[in-house]
């Protein structure tokens, strides 16, 4: 079971990738938490993956209150990992991870990460093709041999470039201040053809009018 959260994509890739790989099924844990279903059951032969973007250094905050929420049944040691993806920093997303699962009396067996195009616009400018291509291509075999490493049940610790501390201070304050959706708005352009509203995964968007 692959438990996967994806604002634009990156995320849900690669979670496709780990579960054609590892013949894993996938949930959308924003599905999930619109239908209240919190309650999962995994079979001994499961593996439990988590899949999600780093938002500000650390957990979204849905992914955060899914795994706050949700119970297994049937969970007996079973071979557990999570592979982030992040644009310029990866963070400490393993270890809150890990700090939230623990409380269940889940072990996380291996951490991956991947880097990959940050596509929060209000930040980063991605006009430059060539680049984004450059960081596209250089994920490729990096998510190749996360879903090899997984589908073989292989333990590894991602070690963090920050001391977790910071992360996580930098997490609390910069992600609660840059959360509000204040800064986007639709032009004179929009045609309310919805697919904003219709693809995102919070239900942050709304037509008016």
């Not at 996967?4 to 849900?12: I, K, L, Q």
């Not at 969970?75 to 890990?98: D, E, I, S, W």
């Not at 996360?146 to 996580?168: G, M, N, Q």
Request: aromatic content about 8%; overall charge positive.
């Amino acid at each position: 079971m692959i438990l996967y959260f994806s604002g634009t994509g990156n995320s849900r890739h690669l979670a496709e990738l780990i579960g054609r790989q590892a013949h894993e099924r996938m949930c959308d844990m924003a599905e999930l938490m619109r239908s209240g279903t919190t309650a999962l059951c995994l079979s001994a032969e499961e593996r439990l993956g988590w899949v999600f973007p780093t938002h500000f250094w650390g957990m979204p905050a849905l992914v955060r209150e899914f795994v706050s929420r949700v119970s297994f049944s049937g969970y007996a040691g079973q071979y557990c990992f999570a592979a982030v993806t992040y644009g310029m920093v990866c963070g400490n997303p393993h270890g809150q991870l890990r700090s939230l699962l623990r409380d269940k009396g889940i072990g996380l067996n291996a951490s991956f990460s991947v880097r990959m195009v940050d596509v929060w616009t209000p930040l980063f400018n991605l006009t430059d093709k060539a680049r984004s291509l450059r960081i596209t291509q250089a994920a490729i075999p990096v998510m190749e041999r996360v879903a090899r490493a997984v589908a073989d049940k292989r333990r590894a610790k991602r070690i963090s470039c920050l001391p977790p501390l910071i992360a996580d201070a930098v997490h609390k304050i910069m992600y609660q201040r840059h959360r509000p959706t204040s800064p986007f708005h639709t032009t004179d352009s929009c045609i309310a053809c919805r697919l904003c509203a219709d693809s995102c995964p919070t239900g942050a968007i709304s037509l008016i009018g």
